[in-house]
């Protein structure tokens, strides 16, 4: 079944998406759409790459939330006056405010859609996740005293919250399911990409006018949803037949045959009812609670491995080593960070998931007893030494891998599996509950990472070790290779 072959049937109603000018408003006219077509939308390829740019915006502004607090600490700190236990409030808030954003996410999508659900297209959702994030950074901004920080950072987590979870759930249901595991690691990737940019202005801006460039991505993700279509499968959940093959078909190319995939994702809805109620009750079936619980569990242990109390307080980190440029140590990372995401984008559909993830988290596990055993060793030599500085050195070198290994596997694969795993029928309550798993204990990591360094720096990585060396075991044990099946597949095998 081919969008043109519907158009021949005479089925001139069906409101189909208006590709004259890029945009996708719908129009009743089929002539108009059909028409005016261009050659690059028709390669489903493009089509679906496009998609996905527009809405790796949202992760940019994640991840820039993420790296904010990193090269403004000592600038913050010193010019409001604030405590140690104080800036690590204001780092943890966001993470706050993004497990209340975690909450609504699932809900928001459920009922306005994927794409609304991102802050775009109507004006409840612009208002929960564009025009708090937006505040949130002005607050930040011209904040004269520390309550003004932490209302601003707890407004920005809220739609941060809110995006990272309608993100990768979006780009799984639209993206083909040969190009799925790619097309899904993009999300990481912009999360990386935007903490990298807050590193490289941070070098060069104060740290009021770099959180008024934070605004900036969600200034441009705004308009540029209107330009993408609404995902496939929620639209089928929702009953819009017409409007779920239209969008299906201008997402696979005018001139592919969907009729396949149209069969297995209406064979995938049909026992769900669009008004059916989801209660927590639902959770305890088999085919529920068990791709629910490995969501929860790699999302909880992408964090509990400590990786954003690494990125958030790496300056600290770097000059507790003895590395005397530690903000331009920081911005390396950033950027070392940024490749080896790129690296697991190309990798995630040859290789499968299982086997990143296990490498991912053996290598940190590795890399995190190098560092620990540095910071030990370390509290017995002298600063004067030679040895010293070669410890120094060799933490570095472990961070750095550290974040190398997490950006190869556990950073990106972990949402690119929950969008994956979880049944059409749960995914908004399901999702909302992963998602807000993982926030919370990214805000438990940020909250206690400069406390515990604090308190002992070898200590700290030796926990995060430990959790790393559980997570090789989780996924060894739990988590299934979901590489090369289309949702449906994946989903059917849980029963």
């Known amino acids: 079944m081919s969008f043109r072959e519907e158009g021949e049937d005479g089925r001139g109603d069906l409101k189909k998406p208006f590709l004259q000018t890029g945009s996708w408003y719908r129009m009743g006219s089929r002539q108009s759409s059909l028409m005016g077509s261009s050659q690059a939308i028709r390669d489903s390829s493009i089509s679906v ?31 409001l006056k604030l405590t140690v236990s104080q800036f690590s409030l204001f780092g943890s808030l966001s993470n706050v405010g993004a497990m209340v ?33 937006i505040i949130g ?55 990386t990409i935007g903490i990298l940019l807050s590193y490289l202005l941070g070098l060069f801006v104060r740290w009021r006018v770099l959180a008024v460039l934070g605004i900036l991505p969600c200034l441009i993700l705004i308009p540029g949803l209107f330009f993408i279509p609404e995902s496939p499968r929620w639209l089928a959940k929702m009953g819009m037949t017409d409007d779920f ?9 005018f001139d592919t045959d969907i ?17 059916t109620a989801i209660h927590f009750a639902d959770l305890k079936l088999r085919r529920y609670w068990l791709p629910l619980m490995i969501g929860i569990g790699l999302l909880a242990l992408q964090q509990l491995t400590g990786t954003n109390g690494v990125i958030f307080y790496s300056a600290a980190i770097f000059e507790s080593a003895g ?18 995401t790129a ?33 030990f060793v370390k509290g017995f030599v002298s600063e004067d030494s030679s040895l010293y500085s070669i410890l120094g050195i060799l933490s570095v070198v472990g961070v750095v891998c550290m974040i190398v290994a997490f950006s190869l596997g556990m950073g990106p694969i972990p949402w690119l599996i929950m969008s994956e795993i979880l049944p059409i029928k749960i995914k908004g309550l ?14 438990v990591i940020t909250m206690t990472a400069p406390l515990l360094l604090d308190w002992s720096s070898g200590g700290t990585f030796t926990f995060y070790m430990l959790m790393s060396i559980f997570t090789v075991i989780f996924v060894a044990i739990w988590v299934p290779e979901t590489k090369g099946k289309t949702l449906e597949e994946i989903q059917f095998s849980f029963r």
Request: charged share 10%; glycine share 10%; proline share 2%.
């Open 245 to 253: 093959e239209a969008s299906l078909q201008v997402l696979r190319g």
């Open 323 to 340: 590395i005397s440029s530690s903000n331009i140590a920081t911005v390396g990372v950033g950027a070392i960070q940024v490749i080896a």
């Open 259 to 275: 009729s396949l995939e149209v069969h297995e994702i209406k064979r995938s809805v049909a026992s769900t009812s669009r008004r």
């Open 137 to 191: 950074w002005l607050t930040i901004s011209f904040a004269r005293d520390i309550s003004f920080l932490y209302m601003g950072r707890l407004l920005e987590g809220f739609g941060v919250g809110i995006i990272s979870y309608t993100v990768p759930v979006y780009i799984a249901e639209i993206a083909p399911q040969n190009m799925r595991g790619g097309l899904g690691s993009v999300n990481q990737l912009s999360v």
């Open 101 to 133: 954003g975690a909450i609504a996410s699932g809900q928001i999508a459920e009922y306005i859609g994927r794409k609304g659900g991102t802050s775009v297209s109507l004006i409840l959702s612009l208002m929960i996740a564009a025009i708090p994030n």
């Open 49 to 79: 790459l496009a998609c996905v740019l527009i809405v790796a915006l949202g992760p940019i502004q994640f991840g820039f939330t993420c790296g904010y607090s990193s090269l403004t600490q000592a600038a913050i700190t010193k010019d």
């Open 343 to 375: 690296i697991s984008t190309w990798l995630v559909d040859k290789t499968g998931r299982r086997l990143l993830l296990i490498t991912s988290s053996s290598g940190m596990a590795i890399s995190l007893l190098v560092v620990a055993v540095a910071f």
């Open 430 to 443: 399901a999702g909302s509950v992963a998602t807000l798993i993982n926030w919370f204990f990214s805000w």
